[in-house]
């Protein structure tokens, strides 16, 4: 069956239903149940057909989506190995963009290292916390296109966990583009389709899943993206683990009965892939606890691209193409 909308990455119209939320209502928590996951047959980015409206993603997030204040230890260690790597790459401190900044951790963790900050998020909620926790960080509230940025203002720009929340990801990368100088670096977190547990678990995939997910690219899509944008990838590495800690705090019944974030009848047996989901949960804490294993499960990650993330640091403005061969 055909999608006629129109592919968000690659902007051509030749895209096939690869899921329907109507037979797989576990998926797509929080969009009707006429929502499918279509994919592009030109460049396989997966996305939602149709896109959801502002109103039913302002439900999502307000209601469905769970915001964290808190951090780890791990998500702090994590987060300054990713303010490292781009003082690494450009030499010096500068000015740096978190968008989608959420409560503030890696802008904290900037500033404290002499960065200046400038954070974006669509939440008034998490920018107060933010505010509180970076009281020197220029922050906005909404979206990227609507900020006062000047061109070539940042020397670097971070967006963690967040393309795949996008409606129209060519726009955010062209206005990262704009904003940022010559050689500076554009680092963002992101899903990947055509990874192993993408492929493995099909429907059963996790990130379909997640509430707000909307797209889910393939290594083919991002390297379109970076490339019409501006930019060339210096550093990419499979990251994530094969099944989300959490996802399940998602799969309950948030609402009325006939609303259709329920995800399935008590009467119906859930799947073998979910049932194995408590054993992966406590592995992945057994080894989150020692940091001996979690760099040994890293590498083995790294190297054997199980994960189902990409990590990537991109450079603004160079005459070389994206080259992600190395996911």
Same mark, same amino acid.
């Given at each position: 069956?055909?999608?006629?909308?129109?592919?968000?990455?690659?902007?051509?119209?030749?895209?096939?239903?690869?899921?329907?939320?109507?037979?797989?209502?576990?998926?797509?928590?929080?969009?009707?149940?006429?929502?499918?996951?279509?994919?592009?047959?030109?460049?396989?980015?997966?996305?939602?057909?149709?896109?959801?409206?502002?109103?039913?993603?302002?439900?999502?997030?307000?209601?469905?989506?769970?915001?964290?204040?808190?951090?780890?230890?791990?998500?702090?260690?994590?987060?300054?190995?990713?303010?490292?790597?781009?003082?690494?790459?450009?030499?010096?401190?500068? !000015?740096?963009?978190?968008?989608?900044?959420?409560?503030?951790?890696? =802008?904290? =963790? %900037?500033?404290?290292?002499?960065?200046?900050?400038?954070?974006?998020?669509?939440?008034?909620?998490?920018?107060?916390?933010?505010?509180?926790?970076?009281?020197?960080?220029?922050?906005?509230?909404?979206?990227?296109?609507?900020?006062?940025?000047?061109?070539?203002?940042?020397?670097?720009?971070?967006?963690?966990?967040?393309?795949?929340?996008?409606?129209?990801?060519?726009? =955010? =990368?062209?206005?990262?583009?704009?904003?940022?100088?010559?050689?500076?670096?554009?680092?963002?977190?992101?899903?990947?389709?055509?990874?192993?547990?993408?492929?493995?678990?099909?429907?059963?995939?996790?990130?379909?899943?997640?509430?707000?997910?909307?797209?889910?690219?393939?290594?083919?899509?991002?390297?379109?993206?970076?490339?019409?944008?501006?930019?060339?990838?210096?550093?990419?590495?499979?990251?994530?683990?094969?099944?989300?800690?959490?996802?399940?705090?998602?799969?309950?019944?948030?609402?009325?009965?006939?609303?259709?974030?329920?995800?399935?009848?008590?009467?119906?047996?859930?799947?073998?892939?979910?049932?194995?989901?408590?054993?992966?949960?406590?592995?992945?804490?057994?080894?989150?606890? &020692?940091?001996?294993?979690?760099?040994?499960? &890293?590498?083995?990650?790294?190297?054997?691209?199980?994960?189902?993330?990409?990590?990537?640091? %991109?450079?603004?403005?160079?005459?070389?193409?994206?080259?992600?061969? !190395?996911?």
């Amino acid at each position: 069956m055909n999608c006629t909308q129109v592919c968000p990455c690659c902007g051509l119209s030749d895209c096939r239903v690869l899921y329907r939320k109507k037979d797989n209502p576990q998926i797509l928590i929080g969009l009707p149940d006429t929502t499918d996951v279509a994919e592009c047959n030109n460049c396989k980015t997966a996305f939602t057909c149709p896109m959801p409206s502002k109103d039913q993603l302002d439900r999502i997030y307000s209601d469905v989506f769970f915001y964290s204040s808190d951090f780890s230890g791990a998500d702090a260690r994590g987060h300054r190995k990713y303010i490292d790597q781009i003082e690494t790459m450009l030499g010096s401190k500068g !000015k740096l963009l978190d968008i989608g900044c959420a409560s503030g951790l890696l =802008l904290s =963790l %900037a500033d404290e290292g002499g960065w200046e900050t400038y954070g974006i998020d669509i939440s008034e909620k998490l920018l107060e916390a933010a505010g509180s926790r970076v009281p020197r960080a220029s922050l906005f509230n909404g979206q990227i296109e609507d900020a006062p940025y000047e061109n070539g203002f940042f020397d670097a720009v971070v967006a963690l966990n967040l393309l795949e929340h996008l409606v129209t990801p060519v726009r =955010l =990368l062209s206005e990262v583009s704009r904003v940022l100088k010559p050689g500076g670096i554009f680092l963002f977190k992101t899903v990947i389709i055509d990874s192993i547990p993408g492929k493995k678990r099909k429907v059963n995939w996790d990130h379909l899943k997640w509430p707000g997910h909307l797209i889910w690219y393939s290594k083919e899509s991002l390297v379109t993206l970076l490339n019409q944008s501006g930019f060339r990838a210096r550093k990419t590495r499979v990251t994530g683990v094969p099944y989300i800690p959490g996802v399940k705090r998602y799969m309950d019944h948030r609402s009325t009965k006939n609303d259709s974030t329920e995800t399935r009848g008590s009467s119906e047996k859930p799947d073998r892939a979910e049932t194995s989901m408590p054993f992966v949960k406590k592995l992945l804490k057994a080894i989150l606890r &020692s940091s001996s294993l979690k760099t040994f499960a &890293s590498f083995i990650n790294s190297t054997f691209k199980l994960g189902d993330t990409v990590t990537v640091y %991109a450079e603004r403005n160079s005459d070389h193409s994206a080259d992600m061969n !190395k996911m």
